[in-house]
């Protein structure tokens, strides 16, 4: 196991993720659950290996009888996502719950999703803010950013500027993009969102990238306004003019809007 970390890190000898899946294989055939997980990420990732997803689900599975948190999450990863299994969002959600009770934050922050999103249990945003907490607490900065959002728009918990500020202060800390936006339109007189969301649109207006990509996610996350996918379109393609690292979100937006197109036929 140690060997395959070596080579798949380049630490001490040359990358070389074939000779990585190879000492992984050893240690998983002997029953090592962190070799197992390790070369079930190989063949998830196509590293080393030709991408082979049931081949990764096959790993994870051997390495959860140990009771591997990690590895639960990861088949809830693969479950939430249909890869190499067929798409179960219950499966997903009990799989993430068995690694999320043993404290493992990527999972509570995965619960978190499940219960805001509604998949695989009923939307519950209170649910979601009790998990997306002990996600943050431990610094998980998906949680950090997300809870932040629920106390910007009053789910599950009553809308609190402060709160949702503090919270996206620690996630722009780990260069969280959406919580940077958002603190560019803050200043310490606020006390409401709406104050907040007045002074983003006018610095968006005035032409301040960061603020337009505010307003576009305000409006795309349905932050105390209502839902507006065009909107935010428009606001994180002209962010996106300014600055390539909102192009991301900007074209995913934008495939959004065609499939609701294809839908609509409008």
């Known amino acids: 196991f140690n060997l395959g970390v070596m080579y798949e890190k380049g630490e001490g000898v040359e990358k070389d993720y074939k000779k990585a899946v190879e000492w992984y ?7 090592d659950a962190y070799a197992q997980n390790n070369l079930g990420l190989m063949y998830y990732e196509g590293k080393g ?33 249909g890869k190499g299994v067929e798409q179960d969002y219950k499966k997903a959600y009990e799989w993430y719950s068995k690694a999320a009770e043993q404290g493992y934050a990527i999972a509570q922050n995965n619960l978190g999703v499940m219960y805001y999103e509604g998949k695989g249990v009923e939307q519950d945003y ?85 603020a337009q990509y505010a307003v576009g996610v305000i409006y795309y996350e349905e932050l105390g306004v209502e839902k507006d996918v065009q909107k935010a379109y428009e606001w994180i393609s002209r962010a996106a003019e300014q600055d390539k690292k909102y192009e991301e979100v900007k074209n995913y937006i934008e495939k959004e809007l065609a499939e609701i197109s294809d839908k609509t036929g409008i």
């Open 49 to 81: 290996v030709e991408q082979d997803y049931k081949k990764a689900y096959e790993w994870f599975s051997r390495a959860e009888e140990q009771g591997y948190a990690i590895v639960q999450n990861n088949l809830g990863v693969m479950y939430y996502e």
């Open 25 to 31: 294989t050893k240690a998983a055939e002997q029953g």
């Open 126 to 210: 209170k649910k979601a803010v009790e998990w997306y907490s002990k996600a943050a607490e431990q610094g998980n900065v998906y949680a950090q950013y997300s809870l932040g959002s629920l106390y910007y728009g009053g789910k599950g918990t009553e809308e609190d500027l402060n709160k949702a500020l503090e919270w996206y202060s620690k996630a722009a800390k780990q260069d969280n993009i959406e919580a940077q936006a958002f603190l560019v339109c803050y200043d310490k007189k606020m006390t409401t969102t709406k104050q907040h969301f007045e002074k983003c649109l006018k610095l968006a207006e005035q032409g301040n990238a960061e």
